[in-house]
């Protein structure tokens, strides 16, 4: 079975800081994982994919995340907020179950003019 | 590349009224497709998934059922919706098999009044 953990509930940072929203899993299998991003009332964007390639995946407007198995996270990082980078952000594990999507509970970013 | 298409984009609809939303995919043959509902700041919840026309899993017991008439067509139904309904509809698809993303729709504000 997979689940996932999204450490935080909400995280606020000024324009022009760092980013950091964090990501724990669970899962019995070499999972696949992903972190989405929902603007309001919009559906949710793939930012970026890990499939068992490299351990740092690059993925769109400046985000990335590091696969550390030892650690079972899955951190999304960028290195500098922009005010349109405020949404909901959603880490999501994958088991090779044709259902097995599981969602984190969701980070909401916020970022401080 | 590949589309996906919701409809309507927001509705309001009486306690007791049917339901019919639509989720077209454009560009893929053979997609799984699945239906997820978002409740007002929760996180997603699998209704329903199908891997192929005519074949539907649910996840969750409910008034809701779906159907897929055309490969690329998914249908979300009610016959009397209850105020529990509300929600945020989104609409996903993957390729058929392995540990692959998924890719969602705009989505379906629904409104029970």
């Known amino acids: 079975a997979q689940s996932v953990t999204q450490l935080d509930s909400h995280v606020s940072v000024s324009e022009g800081t760092p980013v950091l929203l964090r990501c724990n899993y669970s899962?019995?299998?070499?999972?696949?994982l992903f972190w989405y991003v929902q603007h309001p009332n919009k559906g949710l964007q793939l930012l970026l994919k890990?499939?068992?390639?490299?351990?740092l995946v690059k993925g769109i407007n400046g985000f990335e995340a590091e696969f550390k198995k030892s650690e079972t996270s899955f951190h999304l990082t960028k290195p500098s907020a922009h005010m349109s980078d405020a949404a909901e952000y959603f880490c999501?594990?994958?088991?090779?179950?044709?259902?097995?999507?599981?969602f984190g509970p969701g980070t909401r970013l916020s970022v401080l003019p | 590349s590949q589309t996906i298409h919701q409809w309507p984009a927001t509705l309001v609809q009486p306690v007791g009224s049917p339901l019919s939303l639509e989720c077209t995919v454009e560009g893929t043959s053979n997609p799984n497709l699945y239906w997820y509902r978002q409740a007002a700041g929760r996180g997603l919840q699998l209704l329903f998934y199908s891997v192929g026309i005519g074949q539907i899993s649910s996840e969750v017991p409910q008034n809701l059922s779906a159907s897929r008439p055309q490969d690329r067509q998914f249908i979300l139904s009610s016959k009397k919706l209850l105020l529990s309904d509300s929600g945020f509809y989104l609409c996903?698809?993957?390729?058929?098999?392995?540990?692959?993303?998924?890719?969602f729709g705009p989505g379906t504000r629904l409104t029970v009044t």
């Open positions: 899962s019995s299998y070499s999972p696949s």
């Open positions: 996903a698809w993957s390729v058929r098999a392995g540990f692959y993303e998924q890719y």
């Open positions: 890990y499939t068992s390639a490299a351990t």
């Open positions: 999501v594990v994958k088991g090779p179950v044709v259902q097995n999507f599981v």
